[in-house]
């Protein structure tokens, strides 16, 4: 789920934009702000955006006070994606498969459609009897349907430190059948479609003794047969599954965290999409905004970060 309006880097530390090969282990630094906190990329090929290069062209996409940006994945100059008047876009977003649309959560609740080719966005999104925040994780491989975490504050007034119930739920991408998937007053988010549309994958607290140990699951696109991926004492969140469904990382954290806290030692985790022992790939400073959405290349060879470490 997104982070508050908006972050501000830690004294001395900078914003950098990571590709991580899976099979060498290199890392390549694509993109770097010290200026400013950026978040959650999505890896982007062939979109169509006026001034996009066409078939094998690839862009990072990510979020920024507010707006979103894109950068070539080789790096490069940095360009700002129009969104028409939706300027509160979070660290919730995802792009259709045909690089036709982007989809954001934005600071209303809502989650909107925009138009790469000519920034026209649309709400898909509807309002409901009481409060009720849509937090955009993932969508199906066909690019009819979204998959997000509905979060219903328990209080009629909701904010900071008030209860509330986060549940799996998809969407169409049209607004209609919009359906609960899980049904539990444990936490749940980062529900994301696997690249066969069989599987969401998720995190949740709902096989947890205590506050905050979010493990990795599992369900059908229906909701129904839920299984957990790992299980261990650590605090693991996001997972994304490759795109030839063998290979799954995830953002994990210290054992004791409570959510997923910005500006944290995490560690960048990779375990076969249908769960085993873990693979520590990367280190970092980061935490929130790290990792929020898929960001792997189409050959799934490849996955991007952001990390927040000390200025060189």
């Known amino acids: 789920m ?5 972050r501000t880097l830690p004294e001395g530390r ?10 060498s282990g290199e890392r390549t630094v694509v993109h770097e702000n010290a200026d400013a906190v950026f978040e959650a990329p999505n890896w982007v090929a062939s979109p169509l955006w006026p001034g996009a290069g066409g078939a094998g062209d690839e862009w990072l996409v990510f979020n920024q006070d507010g707006l979103i940006y894109r950068v070539p ?7 700002l994606v129009p969104t028409g008047d939706i300027d509160s876009s979070n660290n919730d977003h995802v792009l259709s498969p045909d690089g036709r649309y982007l989809y954001i959560s934005a600071e209303d609740k809502h989650i909107h459609q925009v138009s790469l080719v000519d920034g ?33 504050p328990l209080g009629d007034v909701p904010g900071p430190g008030v209860p509330a119930l986060t549940n799996v739920f998809t969407i169409g991408i049209d607004g209609a059948d919009d359906t609960q998937l899980t049904f539990s007053d444990k936490p749940h988010d980062g529900a994301e479609f696997g ?18 140990h979010a493990q990795l699951f599992r369900c059908r696109a229906d909701g129904t047969g839920v299984q957990q991926l790992t299980f261990d004492d650590r605090v693991n969140w996001f997972p994304h599954v490759a795109p030839g ?6 953002v994990s954290f210290e054992p004791g965290v409570l959510g997923h806290p910005e500006n944290h030692d995490v560690l960048i985790r990779r375990i076969d999409a249908d769960g085993g022992e873990p ?19 189409p050959g799934g060879t490849r996955f991007a970060y952001v990390e927040y470490p000390l200025k060189d």
């Open 2 to 6: 997104a982070t508050r309006r908006w």
């Open 279 to 297: 693979t520590d790939l990367v280190a970092l400073f980061g935490g929130q905004g790290t990792m929020n959405v898929a960001s792997w290349s």
């Open 245 to 250: 469904g063998g290979d799954l990382v995830y």
């Open 195 to 212: 690249p066969s549309g069989e599987w969401i994958h998720f995190n949740s607290e709902r096989a947890s003794e205590r506050p905050g």
């Open 120 to 152: 026209v966005t649309r709400r898909v999104t509807h309002e409901h009897e009481r409060p009720f925040n849509h937090y955009l994780h993932g969508i199906s491989p066909d690019g009819r349907i979204l998959s997000y975490i509905g979060l219903e």
């Open 73 to 79: 994945v080789t790096g490069g100059e940095v360009q």
């Open 14 to 23: 900078v914003s950098r934009l990571v590709v991580f090969d899976l099979s």
